[in-house]
């Protein structure tokens, strides 16, 4: 599956599965190979439509997975399944991954006490996780600024292989590939509000509304002041990407 833009630019879904991308990320760590990991939804497809830096980033991640039931949808609709592979999800299954590789991790977020408290919910998760950084960057904070190699500069001394990312859309993609491309041979996932929920500070959607396939409307509820204008604005993208995956539906069709 696949999201084509005016500009030429294709982001394409290539882990179709939470247990493609945790194979893929083994062999990368086993091999030493860095990457960088992509959750897309409905939110991220309106801001590709309109930031150009967002979106040639974002189509240079590693790996991109589906976080979000509109994007599994279209996917169906286009007869190219994928399955939902929320990030908030993979945080724990990641970190299971670097500690039986032995690797330490990084955690990068929005605040000291929430990467704290995350960092000792991980550990608590995983035996033998060795978080061997957290990093709470300044605000405004420019991925792509000076402070940004600092952070990169951090990274490589604390030995982290594998880096969770949790600063928001497009801050998070964008510096993932700027400290993948600088380090080399480390892993990045961009896992948007994961570490506050495991830390706390945010509560996540009951398992019940989740599986009604709710959890939007529950956290636009839950913060309708910041998350009401977001959701709005990424629904109002949806038929266009709507007759995308019908087109790619009838290209299906037409292949012998």
Known sequence: MHFSFPDGTAVRINAPDSAALLAAVRQRLRDGQGFAIATINVDHLQRLAEDSRFRHAYAAHDLICADGNPIVWLSRIAKRPVALAPGSDLVLPLAREAAMAGLPVALIGSNDTSLRLAADSMTRAVPGLQVALTHAPGFPFDPLGPEGDEIIGKIRASGARLCFLALGAPKQELFAIRARDALGNVGFASIGAGLDFLSGQQ?????????????????????????FLRYAKGFTILPGHLRQAMALRQERHRQP
């Open 203 to 227: 509560r996540r959607a009951p398992r019940l509304v989740r599986q009604a396939k709710m959890e939007w409307a529950w956290r636009m509820l839950s913060n309708p002041r910041r998350l």
